[in-house]
């Protein structure tokens, strides 16, 4: 069972770009929100881009005008865009639900690590 996979992530340097990918599971994917999450070290998991069912975005004031959200109904996954990285992007990102009623999120999944070098 699918769930929440994530992949992409790998080591850019400094100005680069990657593209990451989550496949959910049709029972997340069409009826949330979905959100790109990230995790630096030693910091706590923060939401860098969300995007609702609609197709609206929101992003972290970090990222904005730097990453872009799309998600891909035929193929249930939400991807994320991710241009001009900095240091300060590096961490593990995860997919999930974006402001889930009950603050109930889905299982996380193993995430992918995305490294930055200056």
């Known amino acids: 069972q699918v769930q929440l996979v994530e992949s992409g992530g790998g080591l850019v340097q400094a100005g680069g770009s990657l593209r990451l990918s989550c496949a959910a599971s049709?029972?997340?994917?069409?009826?949330?929100?979905m959100g790109w999450y990230r995790q630096a070290p030693g910091k706590q998991r923060e939401l860098v881009a969300g995007?609702?069912?609609?197709?609206?975005?929101r992003y972290a004031d970090s990222v904005e005008g730097r990453f872009t959200i799309s998600r891909d109904y035929a193929k249930n996954t939400v991807s994320l865009q991710m241009n001009s990285l900095k240091p300060e992007d590096t961490g593990v990102y995860y997919c999930?639900?974006?402001?889930?009623?009950?603050?109930?999120?889905?299982?996380w999944g193993q995430g992918t690590q995305v490294t930055v070098s200056s």
């Open positions: 999930n639900i974006d402001q889930p009623r009950g603050g109930l999120f889905a299982s």
């Open positions: 049709s029972s997340i994917f069409s009826i949330n929100a």
């Open positions: 995007i609702t069912t609609s197709g609206n975005a």
